[in-house]
């Protein structure tokens, strides 16, 4: 190996920490330098934690850079130096946390007045994160003596690495005691109300944004604690103030009182999303951690707990909410306006837009809430209906589609009986839906428009995929679930004539539909054995004898024929004796298996001088083979059978007590015509000794 004549490359910057007058700058140019930290070179490690070093790596990530420095370089040394201060060496970690100028120092990027710089944002965040995750004592004590720490968070809050530093503050800290102490802390320092201060229409659209993923990433945090930390001695102070209903109320005014901003709007419908997610174990949902946290953009209904009921949202979030849901429906009819978009296929004004989306999101979640009061309220608004307009106006929306999708399959199988199996009280959703909506009637008329635009070549309206899934929802509410009963008696009330569509529309349209849609992954019926399948494939292809003939002579051309040939040719007594009782085996095998096919095996061996087969091969030969007429040749015929002898000083490998075999077959006769191999037979005499 070349390790053992040392050829490998010794770092240069061995080389550079020999000399007395090495710069930072200089070691930073080296592309090793990186690597040689991680391995613990002692050498560069004492270079790098003297003071001043620490300190021009602290200030390279901090300070903006020179302007008049080319673009491809200006960020090169504030790079290094974020990765060499965050490479987690615990030299350079102490040397950094234990020296209070180094952390004011590093501090004092966030007393910048203006606009941060995102990349160098980037590196003060992550250089503060591994401080927080490393030396939480010094840093948390160091930040809490900062009076004006959390108003500089929130002034920098539209730059993503500031909100990332708020969340590793949150995250980042182990130890349970000291963790309760941060967000005591916070929340004395009132940081929610000041995040929901920012989601204003006078802030701009980063603002709004981070703003929202901050209160959402404490609500979903502090709820995993709690559940991790069940016997807690304390509740979660930022938890307890973000559901208060006073505080839910601000939230709800800065979105919907005054002038109505689309931004303002959907990072505020975020938050309270996020506050109506049910409270239950991660594992219990299927999720990763122990938290449940779904999906970006995918509806959650307070969905079914262990015994079939709603799980329960946050109170007081639904009860501030009944006070602006004639608002919020306002929106559904009403929504910022929006330019109109052309799409493939065709005009689209006004577009759905993301205010009305995240509105029916909303509305959605509160229904499925299971709270009658904010039922009753949005009932009386007919918010269904208007849902319901939105899905069949905007054809090709699937994100909305989706939403009702599962918000009508949530409500259709929500409120499950109690342990007592005492059948529910009659829902009123489910008779709004019925009756008022008349769910039944848009789902046949859609069907039917549908069938009618692709008979004279439209195109498939873009929401028949959910429309079959919603279908089928309301047939499974009526053949099982919490409202049997009602949805029986419902569809038993519908005009005669509507019920005979229905029924005809479930049994037909549906029922094939649904056909397609299932994936038989393993087709049970007409199991057979592949091998008939090949048999049958073969059958059908008709293969020119004369062709298959000189392939056969090709291949009997091209066998090798070595020294060693005549030595390992043939068979002695007891390996023929062994071949034989092999071949009689197997043919008892056959004969004793379930079905016996050896009455089908049939073959013919033609040793026929005058037969067709005979008289092909000499062609083919002739053809193939230049006559042996060379001087030296002795007139012998090459094809003559003849035995092979050995002589007395011949060395041969099969011992005492064998004899040598003849060539057998070797000549016109070895053909044969329409003939099934069977084993232990062998087109050539040397396939079956292995030579």
Known sequence: MFWKFDLHSSSHIETLLERADLTLRELLDEDDVLQECKVLNRRLLDFLVQPPHMEALVTCVTEEPPAELDERLRYKY????????????????????????????????????????????????????ILINRKTDQIVGFLRKKDDFVSL?????????????????????????LRQDVFNWLNEEKIVQRLIEMIHPSKDDNQ??????????????????MMQIQDSPEPDQLLATLEKQETVEQLLANMLAGERDESVIVSGIQVLLTLLEPRRARSEAGGMGSFYCPLEGQLELGPLGSDGSACQASPSTLLALRGYLRDFHQLLIDPPKRPALQM?????????????LQVVKLLGSSLGAGDPGLQEELLGL?????MLDLYFTYTYNNFLHAQLEVCLSTLLQAGAPPEDLQPPPDSPVVKHLLQKCRLVQRILSAWEENEETQATGGRRRGYMGHLTRIANALVQSAEKGPH?????????????????????????????????????????HNLHS??????????????????????????????????????????????FGEQEESVNAHFRQLKSAPFDRTGSLSFSLSADDDSPNSNL??????????????????????????????????????????????????????????????PGFSLCPWEGSGG
Not at 86 to 100: C, F, H, Y
Not at 344 to 356: A, C, E, H, I, K
Not at 651 to 670: D, K
């Open 78 to 129: 504030p790079s290094v130096s974020c990765e060499i201060l965050t490479s987690d060496v615990s030299p350079i970690t102490d040397a950094l946390g234990e020296d209070e100028g180094l952390l004011r120092r590093l501090y004092g990027f966030l007393q910048g007045h203006g606009v941060l710089n995102p990349l160098l944002a980037s590196f003060f965040s992550k250089v503060m994160g």
């Open 617 to 678: 091969f000499e062609v083919c030969y002739k053809e193939r083979i230049q006559q042996f007429d060379d001087d030296d040749s002795d007139g012998e015929d090459a094809w003559q059978e003849k035995e092979l002898g050995y002589s007395r000083g011949a060395h041969s490998p099969r011992g005492p007590g064998t004899r040598p075999q003849p060539l057998r077959g070797v000549g016109r006769g070895l053909l044969f015509s329409g003939a099934a191999r069977t």
């Open 153 to 177: 968070l929130l002034r920098h809050i539209g730059t993503s690495a500031i909100m990332d530093l708020l969340l590793r503050l949150l995250t980042c800290v182990e130890q349970p005691g």
């Open 382 to 386: 007919d918010a269904l209906n208007t």
């Open 530 to 575: 592949s091998s008939d399948d090949e048999e049958n494939d073969l059958k059908e292809f008709n293969f020119p004898q004369e062709a298959v003939l000189q392939q056969a002579f090709v291949d009997y051309q091209m066998q090798q024929v070595t020294s060693a040939f005549i030595d390992h040719f043939g068979f002695n007594d007891e390996e």
């Open 344 to 356: 493939s296929w065709g005009r689209l004004d006004p577009p759905l837009g993301n205010t009305r």
């Open 208 to 225: 709004h944004s981070n703003a929202s993923q901050s209160l959402c990433d404490i609500i979903r945090l502090s709820r995993e604690q």
């Open 484 to 524: 049997v009963a009602l949805v029986g008696q419902l569809l038993k009330e519908l005009p005669e004539e509507e019920q005979e569509q229905w029924e005809k529309f479930v049994s037909g349209p549906l029922a094939e539909t649904n056909k397609k849609n299932v994936v038989d992954l393993v087709n049970l």
